[in-house]
């Protein structure tokens, strides 16, 4: 059981450049969410997902693109990378209700 | 809004002694609370939740918590440091919408270093 699955591990980026982060569950989750992880400020959302065709914004969007084709998937994208967008970022399932999110491994992301 | 404190960024405690480690919430609706751990270039784990049933709340690895209404704190402890519990520790509340608690607002984190 795979669990959340979070590709790639670790990525660095060059200002202005695309990229996409991968997130993959096999737990027919419902809900799905990115977080970043910065030094002494937490995990904070960034978009998440109630479901197939269905996002929202969360703390901090900006920057970001989502979407949700699958339940399975919930890519996030960064359109034109910028410093501060170096972070961790998490992404995490939920079947929702009670229960608790499950969190992937994380993606280190630099951007130069 | 909801928001979470957690008093501390760093706690050490010594191998054997008492885990003690502080989150206050703050929520308009009656909160979903959880405690993660997060060890070194991994996810989050989830520790314990506490979704409404028992105020005290026992989870993985001798970590229990008590909701205090009174007092809006959902304190993480262990009575005796293990050197495998140095890690990161979140506390989180949620509280349900239409959906569940599929948005989470996190403390910023306690390092628990454990001294020999």
């Known amino acids: 059981n795979a669990g959340v699955t979070q590709t790639p591990k670790f990525q660095v980026l060059k200002t202005g450049q695309s990229m996409t982060l991968q997130c993959a569950q096999d737990?027919?989750?419902?809900?799905m969410s990115w977080y970043r992880q910065d030094p002494g400020m937490g995990l904070r959302l960034i978009h998440y997902?109630?479901?197939?065709?269905?996002?929202d914004q969360g703390e901090v969007p900006n920057g970001y693109n989502v979407s949700r084709s699958t339940t399975e998937d919930f890519p996030l994208r960064l359109l034109s990378a910028a410093p501060s967008q170096t972070s961790v970022y998490f992404c995490?399932?939920?079947?929702?209700?009670?229960?608790?999110?499950?969190f992937g491994d994380g993606t280190r992301l630099s951007i130069l | 809004a909801q928001s979470v404190t957690q008093l501390g960024s760093h706690v050490s405690v010594s191998e054997g002694a008492l885990v003690l480690l502080r989150c206050n919430y703050s929520?308009?609706?009656?909160?979903?609370l959880f405690w993660y751990v997060q060890y070194p270039n991994q996810g989050l784990q989830l520790l314990l939740k506490?979704?409404?049933?028992?105020?005290l709340v026992k989870g993985i690895n001798g970590f229990e918590a008590e909701f205090k209404k009174s007092e809006t704190s959902f304190h993480l402890t262990k009575p005796s440091a293990h050197m495998s519990d140095a890690a990161e520790y979140f506390c989180a509340v949620s509280y349900a919408l239409n959906f569940g608690n599929e948005k989470l607002t996190f403390g910023t984190g306690t390092r628990l270093t454990i001294i020999p």
């Open positions: 997902s109630v479901g197939a065709g269905i996002t």
């Open positions: 737990m027919n989750h419902e809900y």
């Open positions: 929520s308009s609706v009656p909160p979903y």
């Open positions: 506490y979704t409404s049933a028992a105020t």
């Open positions: 995490a399932s939920t079947p929702g209700g009670t229960q608790p999110q499950h």
